[in-house]
């Protein structure tokens, strides 16, 4: 018998347990033994692990978040650090690691893995920005919640004539702003990756106004700057320690410009972590399973520092060098088909 261990690192997002709970179940063909390391890569190096058998992930499909928590500690960061995590494999006699993260989880993974140590990996991330996989598990979860948010917000704009400005997750990239937009009617529709300004923002909206539609919904993801909207840079005095503005997102300075601008009243919602959060969607849980079992036949190939991902709805896996070469942003097509069916009477 061999001993395996599984591991979730980084931000939690739903499916987590579903590939936790594949892990364990797809072991057993193979006589694999299966210990939950807790709260990502610091329980491997405190040695905080518990045995996985099938009556423990009884019932843990739909929960959303993690069994085993998580943490973002790099084990390369300190010496002592990675020596107490060779130490505690050799301690508990661990053949072979599941890695589930996203970019920062699976870095540390590949510097691990050139180490010698045997592990794969397997993409998570609401933000769906791993190269090499076409989607990562959790990205339908976030964009279900969002959509059904702009749903909910389009009824209340309408009744009161309102503009109403949704801050959703994506610090670099804008796959979830884009998607969650198209699949609720977003007007307008503001990522990282392309830069559009508050003055064209503004016209179109008003555009809307004057043809009778006096109310609109703009999606705008978090990691969105002022400078590429065409705003000032904030006064030294309004940032803290690290020049961010004080506590005012990207999506307050949207909707504040907008009701300047327009005279229009305008509302501001950022979901924030409730898109983290919930039980997975059913797509969800079935990628998060199919990962989780792939990543179990990888061990028993003895196919090591690989990320199984998903190309063209079949399973297979890429070297952890291509997975996290660069960040995955959105298609210049798909953002252009977005910004053609948003808004109407342009």
Not at 293 to 317: Q, Y
Request: with cysteine; charged share 20%.
């Amino acid at each position: 018998m061999k001993r395996i261990g599984v591991l979730t690192g980084g931000g939690d997002c739903p499916g987590l347990n579903a590939v936790i709970r594949a892990v364990v179940r797809a072991g057993v063909p193979y006589d694999f033994e299966t210990l939950g390391i807790r709260n990502g890569w610091q329980g491997l190096i405190d040695g905080d692990v518990e045995p996985l058998t099938d009556f423990s992930v009884s019932g843990i499909l739909p929960k959303g978040g993690t069994i085993l928590g998580t943490s973002r500690t790099n084990p390369l960061a300190k010496t002592t650090d990675f020596q107490k995590l060779k130490t505690n494999l050799k301690k508990f006699d661990i053949h072979a690691l599941v890695i589930i993260g996203g970019d920062g989880t699976l870095s540390a993974a590949r510097d691990v893995a050139a180490q010698g140590i045997h592990l794969v990996g397997v993409p998570k991330t609401i933000d769906n920005d791993i190269s090499g996989t076409d989607m990562t598990f959790g990205f339908d979860t976030a964009v279900a919640t969002v959509t059904e948010a702009i749903d909910r917000l389009h009824t209340t704009a309408e009744s009161h004539h309102r503009i109403i400005v949704v801050e959703v997750m994506g610090r670099n990239v804008g796959w979830i702003a884009v998607t969650a937009g198209i699949a609720g009617g977003a007007d307008e529709i503001l990522i990282p990756e392309f830069h559009t300004t508050m003055d064209e923002v503004c016209e179109n909206l008003m555009t809307r106004y004057r043809s009778g539609k006096k109310f609109s919904i703009v999606a705008v993801a978090e990691g969105v700057k002022r400078e590429t909207l065409g705003l000032p840079m904030v006064p030294a005095g309004l940032q803290d320690e690290c020049g961010h503005e004080k506590f005012v997102g990207i999506g307050n300075i949207v909707g504040k410009e907008i009701e300047s601008r327009l005279g229009v009243e305008t509302r501001v919602t950022i979901l924030g972590h409730v898109q983290r959060g919930g039980s997975p969607t059913a797509f969800d849980r079935v990628l998060a399973t199919r990962y989780g079992v792939a990543a179990t036949h990888l061990i028993h190939a003895g196919e090591f520092g690989r990320m199984v991902a998903l190309r063209c709805n079949e399973i297979t896996s890429i070297s952890l060098e291509e997975a996290v070469a660069h960040t995955k942003t959105v298609d210049p097509d798909f953002f252009m088909m977005a910004k053609s069916v948003i808004g109407g009477l342009r």
